[in-house]
């Protein structure tokens, strides 16, 4: 009972390096969201992916990418990280608005 | 706008005791869905209970229950009998439930942090 399986757990990198963090659900959701988590702040959403097929920005876009890969996969790409992108990165998804959503475990984020 | 207020940053609660976790929002929305998730140390984030706006009763999942008072605009969560195991910081968040064709969002409050008590 996987659920949302996100790659890599923990990461650092230095500034201006690009990397991609990983999301992948096995639920069978058509939604797909990408969070970041700094503290005192909460989650604030980063892009959506509302059906295969589509993504749009959610609150905190810029410096990142994303790609819906298909029904299951759900990509985040910084092309050129920043120390400010240093966060606990989460990946969710859903079914529904009155349906719960569903998360990765967290990706570690540090940005030297 | 969607806001979620969580006034509590941090609460200590003794072993087996009740506690609330307070939660006040705002919106305009007519419907909308309130949602509350627990994040223990190790980082994930657990879904716990969920309250629709149009609900007449409130909702209860096992030892958690919301106390929902929509004219007070308050969705406050209920943790009877406490573990160490519920030690934890916990979110209350919002969504609206008109479909108008594009996302609605999910708003997420600033957390709770609760330590239980031996």
């Known amino acids: 009972n996987a659920g949302v399986t996100q790659t890599p757990k923990f990461q650092v990198l230095k500034t201006g390096q690009s990397m991609t963090l990983q999301c992948a659900q096995d639920m069978n959701h058509n939604s797909m969201y990408w969070y970041r988590q700094d503290p005192g702040m909460g989650l604030r959403l980063i892009y959506y992916?509302?059906?295969?097929?589509?993504?749009d920005k959610g609150e905190v876009p810029n410096g990142y990418n994303v790609s819906r890969l298909n029904k299951r996969e759900f990509s985040l790409r910084l092309e050129s990280a920043a120390p400010s992108q240093t966060s606990v990165y989460f990946c969710a998804c859903d079914q529904g608005f009155t349906r719960p959503q569903h998360f990765g475990d967290g990706t570690r984020l540090s940005i030297l | 706008a969607q806001k979620i207020t969580q006034t509590q940053p941090g609460m200590f609660v003794q072993e087996k005791e009740a506690v609330t976790l307070d939660c006040t929002y705002d919106t305009s929305d007519p419907s909308y869905g309130l949602f509350w998730y627990k994040q223990p140390s190790s980082g994930e984030m657990i879904f716990l209970i969920y309250q629709g706006s149009y609900d007449q009763q409130n909702a209860t999942e096992g030892r958690y229950s919301l106390n929902f008072q929509k004219a007070r605009k308050s969705a406050n969560l209920v943790i009877s009998a406490s573990q160490l195991g519920d030690s934890a910081m916990y979110f209350c968040a919002m969504r609206p439930l008109m479909n108008s064709g594009g996302y609605q969002k999910v708003t997420f409050g600033t957390g709770t942090k609760l330590q239980v008590i031996p």
């Open positions: 992916s509302a059906s295969e097929g589509t993504t």
